[in-house]
């Protein structure tokens, strides 16, 4: 009998040991009393392969996301896709694979990309720029005076569900499918979501956790954004797109989105840690909101990481080994539950982001954010050094 077995990732010490010892106990049910050589060589063979697959991982998590780990831009799609959990089936024996996506790519890759446009690769990349009001920037015109060469605008303010009273929450699956397919997105696309802020990436990481959100795995982040993509000398294009429309099929995967209902019961329950993406003086209350209406301040036991923090001054986002070391030092444990926060669901995505390329890919964002909570919650559940919230 030969057993091949990927174990889960080196961050899960308990879940490993588990799936040892549900092997071995299987190992000895069916031995049916060979000899303890062959027994004793089969278990090496075995433990060897465990080793190998480790080292395996440890690199991949090591390596995802980061500019350090060089590719060949016009190598096949599938060398984006990072090999990072295996679970086995004890009932079949089968082995069953889940892979992370590529989350970033480089310039040097989409601009290689765009002039070859291999068969097979599907590239749809998109704009989805956003801003706050008060940034006094229409990313639409914008995007019509320039933009990375094929590419769409993405609004998120539209494609969104326009009932909530709430900022660009999310839409129906249905009307999303119909959105990204009028943009030329299939479900065979590879799509590459860039945005043109200042810090490199800003409204961008929503749409990528949206599309992660609807099932669609094959999508990836321009590292740098397009801040970087012009400081590198790249094409520029102007006008508007035109694209023939595709068809999407989108299906919502619900452990990735958290609501009011599930934070208000996480503040006795403890289920999962709150992660806040806003500056630290709004997360505080001693700076405003850029909102009419809504006072700052955090939920209670909530964590401050502001999402720049996940970013490198020149608008790049940080290595894995640094995001790592970013989460340990605010004391998030990332082998434990995450929910992500922020003012209104879109930079609360970098916190995804950024788990997700130390091989955390499940953390859920809190859709109607710090809007949300401060027009619902009592008072009492608004922590702020500033004026809080009254009756």
Request: some cysteine.
């Amino acid at each position: 009998m030969c057993l091949l077995v990927l174990d889960r990732p080196l961050n899960k010490p308990l879940g490993a040991l588990t799936s040892h010892v549900c092997i071995l106990i299987n190992f000895c049910r069916v031995w049916d009393g060979r000899s303890w050589n062959q027994m004793t060589a089969a278990l090496f063979c075995y433990f060897l392969l465990q080793l190998y697959s480790q080292l395996q991982q440890k690199h991949s998590v090591m390596a995802l996301g980061s500019e350090r780990a060089t590719v060949d831009p016009l190598s096949q799609v599938d060398s984006g896709r990072i090999q990072k959990l295996a679970n086995l089936s004890q009932d079949s024996g089968a082995m069953s694979q889940q892979l992370l996506y590529r989350a970033l790519v480089s310039a040097k890759w989409l601009s290689e990309a765009i002039k070859s446009q291999q068969a097979g690769l599907a590239l749809k990349i998109v704009d989805a720029s956003w801003y706050l009001p008060k940034m006094k920037r229409n990313p639409k015109r914008e995007f019509e005076e320039r933009h990375i060469p094929g590419a769409v605008f993405f609004d998120i303010d539209q494609c969104s569900d326009r009932t909530s009273p709430y900022d660009h929450m999310l839409p129906k699956a249905n009307d999303f499918a119909e959105y990204v397919g009028k943009l030329g997105v299939g479900n065979d696309s590879h799509v590459v979501v860039y945005d043109g802020s200042d810090q490199g990436l800003f409204s961008a990481p929503r749409v990528w956790w949206m599309f992660r959100v609807f099932g669609h795995e094959a999508v990836s982040l321009l590292d740098g954004g397009l801040k970087n993509w012009q400081r590198e000398g790249n094409a520029l294009s102007s006008g508007k797109t035109q694209v023939a429309p595709s068809e999407f099929h989108a299906s919502l995967d619900k452990s990735l989105v958290k609501t009011y209902e599930d934070v208000l019961d996480n503040l006795d329950s403890h289920r999962f840690q709150l992660v806040d993406a806003r500056a630290a003086g709004r997360f505080r209350g001693v700076e405003p909101e850029p909102r009419d209406g809504i006072e700052p301040g955090h939920v209670p036991g909530s964590t401050s990481i502001p999402f720049t923090d996940f970013l490198t001054e020149s608008g790049f986002e940080k290595t894995p080994e640094q995001i790592r070391t970013l989460f340990q030092e605010k004391k998030v444990d990332l082998l434990k539950p995450v929910v992500a926060t922020c003012g209104s669901g879109v930079t609360a995505c970098h916190v995804a982001l950024g788990a997700y390329l130390c091989g955390k890919p499940d953390v859920a964002v809190y859709d109607g954010a710090w809007v949300e909570w401060y027009m619902r919650a009592q008072p009492e559940n608004i922590i702020s050094e500033g004026k809080g919230k009254t009756v």
